[in-house]
């Protein structure tokens, strides 16, 4: 409940100020879990940083979000860091 209402509150506020609000969560997560290792990347390399290698496989799809498209090919959570890069 308390991430739906931060989510929420991070959404307006990147809308009024017309900016568009991205949830990483579907390139980070599966359905069930937000683990630190997708297939064989590690995915952060601290508490709070992408390591480079996970940020170099998803920047395609993060990029295609950021300007908001929504391709089929944008991946979720296990299969994220297995998809070849654009």
Do not use: K, W
Request: aromatic share 4%.
């Amino acid at each position: 409940m308390f991430a739906a209402n931060i989510d929420g509150a991070l959404e307006a506020a990147a809308t009024a100020s017309g900016a568009r609000y991205v949830d990483l969560r579907p390139l980070l997560c599966t359905e069930s879990e937000c683990g630190a290792v997708i297939g064989d990347v590690l995915l952060y390399r601290d508490h709070d940083h992408l390591t480079n290698t996970f940020a170099q496989l998803i920047a395609p799809r993060l990029q295609d979000l950021v300007l908001g498209r929504t391709p089929d090919n944008v991946p979720t959570g296990s299969n994220a860091a297995t998809m070849e890069s654009n």
